[in-house]
């Protein structure tokens, strides 16, 4: 995952160390902000599932249909002060060490397509599936 990934697996992002860490974007992702022209096909982002409710733990709530249904779309905010709209299709959890199943672009629009149906029916079989099937398109960022 490289020294800067592992680096806010303990650090916030002011560099206090915390066994929290931080929240973040891969640092091999083409990074959101107002100054991005193409940003890679799948954006990994990073955090923990902390004990107090905190951070990516909410990600267990995915498994209530009702749930999932209601909170379709999140909103991640930059640096910068953007913000950008996030339809949730498929949700899981995976180590964090585990970083080679998931590829940061693809050849052709039906790769990624293919891709996306495999997460959803593997999403579905840990409850955590938030679409029957997502259509991906070539300008469909993930």
């Not at 249904?69 to 002060?81: E, F, Q």
């Not at 899981?92 to 397509?113: L, R, W």
């Not at 679409?131 to 469909?140: F, K, L, P």
């Amino acid at each position: 995952m490289g020294f800067v990934n592992h680096y806010y697996l303990k650090h916030t992002t002011d560099n206090t160390v915390s066994d929290w860490g931080a929240i973040y974007v891969d640092a091999r992702n083409e990074q959101l902000n107002q100054h991005t022209c193409e940003l890679d096909d799948i954006t990994r982002i990073y955090g923990h599932q902390m004990r107090d409710g905190s951070q990516f733990t909410a990600l267990k709530k995915f498994k209530d249909p009702n749930y999932s249904k209601d909170h379709d779309m999140g909103v991640y905010y930059t640096d910068d002060g953007l913000c950008y709209k996030m339809d949730f299709i498929a949700t899981y959890v995976i180590s964090g060490e585990d970083d080679s199943v998931i590829p940061f672009n693809f050849n052709t629009v039906e790769e990624k397509q293919a891709y996306v149906d495999n997460e959803i029916i593997h999403a579905a079989k840990s409850g955590y599936s938030n679409a029957d099937y997502a259509d991906i398109d070539e300008d469909s960022k993930l």
